[in-house]
């Protein structure tokens, strides 16, 4: 088996998702809110409210520290003349190999908190599925996007 | 070259039917809200129909098409222009089908599939058969972009008929139960729009206690699947009357269908995959069917196509070798390691126990679901028994069983990717999952085999890589050799 791909995520990379994830927290901490606001009456036991906030802090606690931490260790790629190489999954390790002549797009993505860090997402398109590559410097997102997209456009075989 | 035609006026009819046929429920639903006074229904339903007739005949006079410069072009839109050009050397299949209305003034529609999931339909719903021809011939170009010679194209090499009497075997055995049990849950799904909810409490708590015993429970379930069988029958019946399959030298050609005549030209250079399918009611007899994977767009299943419905297991290699002889090798070299056994058994005893639990507590006599975890631990023998995998130089076989074992022939040229997969419990026992997924419909069709051995599926993950060259190395070939040996021992 070839060797595992040697690329890695920047490790600002951690961060940025640490900020996405808590914002998404704030969501699960939507649900006992607008109990507490709806139920003036006082129906709700307390340790429904317990077990609820406890639940909610448990999601908040993986979503911002654990996931973004293992996610970034256990992603790998590499990308050379011939494939796109991807290793990447929490739980389930799922390891992907791209022949560079399918790829049909590539093209860098970032949202607020990733432009806050300088950082992008490279979107590979095939015709039949779609890879990202996630957090990239926005230098090094360039750079690979333009190498995929050099090496799909010399190697251009029809579907 | 053509310049800019319109359609047949049947396309303003074809229009409003189609937007009938899309928005169904919605004006069943309106019909049923305005029955209760007369005038304001009748008013209401003609209304209706006049601004569809009126959006029918508005798209026909708006919707041109053209042939320049070798691409296709389709103007349409009332409000909104919309404006598809395709050219032609990314067309992937055209379509030709000619539905009732069609038939009754000779007509035909003209459906273009290219590959990639932006683009929408190109589709041109009534011309005369004459025009459809002529549009055919000038999209269809060999690869170099020149036209291809018409002789040359039209030599036919092989003629397949599906007789009478194979017709008939096909839907007796088509088992397509899934597809006819949904059609009868969407029946009785609108069965409360029919019944009020009163009536339906009533016949709830009132007729169902009195009548319930397990000879009832047990008949309802044999009348269910007798239904949903006559149902497959009949569809399976309609869909392939008259099937022909011919082959020309540079494209397949398969007519089918008895209201809804067929038509589906397919060029052989866009062939994605070919696959060999028992369902279990045609495995004992020895019958297959085969399947064929395009990479046209609009499905967002795949875009699937039936090659030929019924086939003898035994001559399944001699068609593929005069149909697609690309395809007319499989080969199986490894198969899941005795350790695999046990995980195919659980997967199967969970995805049981999801069923007969829920159905043991909320079903009157669910406990006799139970009875369903043999027959679920034999699937996942059987699954485990059929899973295989092999290589040669340009082309790559999976088999795999769900209910129907399927065989995959898949060219390596035409993966899109390859991936390998290890859960925890698969990382303790050195399992992978292998999955290769090729261009069809949206979202391609993907191909997998579950809990192979790491060294095999390593070497088959790598055989994807377009720098693979294979290595002697007679170690591990040797034990993959063993392993399926053992593995035929414990079959007989």
């Known amino acids: 088996m070839k060797s595992e791909p040697q690329h890695r995520i920047p490790r600002t990379a951690v961060k940025a998702w640490r900020i996405s994830g808590f914002l998404v927290s704030l969501f699960f901490w939507l649900a006992p809110i607008a109990m507490w606001v709806f139920d003036t009456e006082g129906v709700v036991d307390l340790w429904v409210y317990l077990v609820i906030v406890s639940a909610v802090l448990a999601i908040t606690l993986l979503i911002t520290f654990l996931i973004p931490h293992f996610r970034w260790k256990r992603w790998r790629y590499d990308i050379n003349e011939h494939e796109i190489d991807l290793q990447h999954g929490l739980i389930i390790v799922q390891r992907t190999l791209v022949p560079v002549n399918r790829v049909q797009h590539v093209d860098t993505r970032q949202g607020p908190i990733l432009r806050n860090y300088g950082l992008s997402n490279v979107t590979i398109s095939t015709a039949a599925t779609t890879h990202e590559i996630p957090a990239l410097t926005e230098e090094n997102a360039g750079t690979v996007r333009d190498q995929i997209s050099r090496l799909a456009l010399k190697a251009k075989e029809d579907v | ?492």
Do not use: C
């Open chain 2, 1 to 492: 070259m053509f310049s800019a035609e319109r359609q047949h006026p049947v396309a303003a009819v074809t229009k409003v039917l189609e937007i009938i046929k899309g928005n169904f429920i919605t004006l069943v639903l309106l019909l049923f809200v305005t029955s209760g006074e007369s005038m304001v229904s009748l008013f209401g339903i003609l209304s209706v129909l006049l601004v569809l007739l009126v959006s029918g005949v508005l798209s026909w006079l708006r919707f041109t098409y053209s042939v320049v410069d070798g691409e296709l072009r389709i103007e349409q839109g009332i409000l909104v222009r919309k404006n598809i050009y395709l050219s032609k050397e990314r067309i992937q299949v055209i379509d030709i089908k000619a539905g009732l209305l069609q038939r009754m003034f000779g007509l035909v529609e003209v459906e273009v599939k290219t590959a990639g999931s932006s683009s929408k339909a190109a589709k041109i719903s009534a011309i005369t058969r004459e025009k459809a021809e002529e549009l055919k011939s000038m999209l269809r170009t060999d690869s170099t972009g020149e036209a291809i010679d018409l002789e040359a194209e039209k030599q036919l090499l092989q003629n397949y008929e599906l007789s009478a009497k194979d017709l008939v075997i096909t839907s007796f055995t088509s088992g397509s139960f899934g597809i006819a049990l949904s059609i009868i849950g969407t029946l009785f799904s609108q069965l409360d729009q029919v019944l009020s909810e009163e009536q339906m409490l009533y016949y709830l708590e009132t007729i169902i206690p009195a009548s319930i015993s397990t000879n009832m429970v047990f008949y309802s379930i044999v009348f269910v699947i007798l239904l949903s069988w006559l149902l497959s029958f009949l569809g399976t019946l309609i869909k392939y009357f008259g099937f022909t399959l011919k082959v020309y030298n540079k494209e397949l050609i398969i007519r089918q269908g008895l209201f809804e005549q067929r038509q589906l030209t397919i060029p052989f250079n866009r062939i994605q995959a070919i696959q060999i399918k028992e369902g279990i009611l045609r495995q004992p007899f020895g019958l297959a069917s085969i399947i064929l994977e395009s990479a046209g767009y609009g499905e967002k299943e795949g875009n699937s196509t039936t090659l030929y419905p019924l086939i003898k297991k035994a001559r399944v290699e001699d068609f593929l070798h005069k149909v697609v002889p690309e395809f007319d090798n499989p080969v199986y070299q490894s198969k899941p390691p005795q350790r695999a056994l046990r995980r195919y058994l659980f997967r199967m005893v969970f995805i049981s126990l999801s069923v007969i639990i829920p159905a043991w507590f909320y079903l009157p006599y669910g406990e006799y679901a139970i009875s369903l975890l043999l027959p679920a631990i034999l699937l996942g023998y059987a699954q485990y028994r059929d899973a295989a995998i092999g290589i040669d130089n340009g082309s790559l076989t999976i088999r795999s069983r769900d209910f129907a074992l399927t065989t995959a022939i898949i060219q390596k040229k035409r993966i899109q990717r390859v991936s390998l997969k290890q859960n925890p419990f698969q990382k303790r026992r050195d399992l992978l999952s292998y999955l290769v997924t090729v261009a069809s419909g949206n979202q391609g069709r993907s191909f997998d085999i579950r809990e192979l051995e790491e060294s095999a599926a390593n070497k088959y993950f790598d055989w994807v890589s377009p720098e693979y060259t294979p290595q002697a190395k007679p170690g591990a070939d040797s034990r993959e050799i063993a392993d399926t040996d053992t593995n035929t021992d414990t079959d007989t």
